[in-house]
T-cell receptor, first 114, second 115 residues
């Protein structure tokens, strides 16, 4: 079956703009998580959605938000972009999202903020 | 708070040599441990996971890892490295917040394989 699909794969924005990233999970998976990957901070958890509800949120400012739709697809939004938001944003899906559920990662959306 | 330490930022081995990547974790409860691999420009692929039971777990691509509770370690091993194993490797601990889960990752170990 198809894997986790993230769009767009690459994008360039300028400071102050906003961006929306999309993630389509594996069919049947109801949990979607988002991670930010940067050379300096590594992989950091942003948030996790399950059945359209945000269940868990990492330590990021309110400029980072997300949502999940009834078909489990998820979007994340970053408003008022800063240079430090340049990163690879990874989406991962799992069937249940509990501790034992394996995460399947997409290839990521690489955001560059100029 | 939970944390994962990968003490080796970069490791270089010759093709055919054995490999061990170190991982130490800090977590108050029973850990759920994972090793992921990331090739350039790609997402993360799960190599193996430990939830409970046998402390030696087998994964894909010939990798294995051993959970040692007394040392808070979950080191990744491979008896004979192939050139295609060159990538970045991440150790992670899964924690729960209510019914949800998040992974806390180590900083990664970059593996270079010499011909």
């Amino acid at each position: 079956k198809a894997g986790v699909t993230q769009t767009p794969r690459y994008l360039i924005k300028t400071r102050g703009q906003q961006v929306t990233l999309s993630c389509s999970p594996i069919s049947g998976h109801r949990s979607v998580s988002w991670y930010q990957q940067t050379p300096g901070q590594g992989l950091q958890f942003l948030f996790e959605y399950f059945s359209e509800t945000q269940r868990n949120k990492g330590n990021f400012p309110g400029r980072f938000s997300g949502r999940q739709f009834s078909n489990s697809r998820s979007e994340m939004n970053v408003s008022t972009l800063e240079l430090g938001d340049s990163a690879l944003y990874l989406c991962a899906s799992s069937f249940t999202g509990d501790r034992t559920g394996e995460l399947f990662f997409g290839e990521g959306s690489r955001l560059t903020v100029l | 708070a939970q944390s994962v330490t990968q003490p080796d930022i970069h490791i270089t081995v010759s093709e055919g040599a054995s490999l061990e990547l170190r991982c130490n974790y800090s977590y108050g409860a029973t850990p759920y441990l994972f090793w992921y691999v990331q090739s350039p420009g790609q997402g993360l692929q799960l190599l193996l996971k430990y939830f409970s039971g046998d402390t030696l777990v087998q994964g894909i691509k010939g990798f294995e890892a051993e959970f040692k509770r007394s040392q808070s370690s979950f080191n990744l091993r491979k008896p004979s490295v192939h050139w295609s194993d060159a990538a970045e490797y991440f150790c992670a601990v899964g924690i729960s917040s209510g019914s949800a889960r998040q992974l806390t990752f180590g900083s990664g170990t970059q593996l270079t394989v010499l011909p």
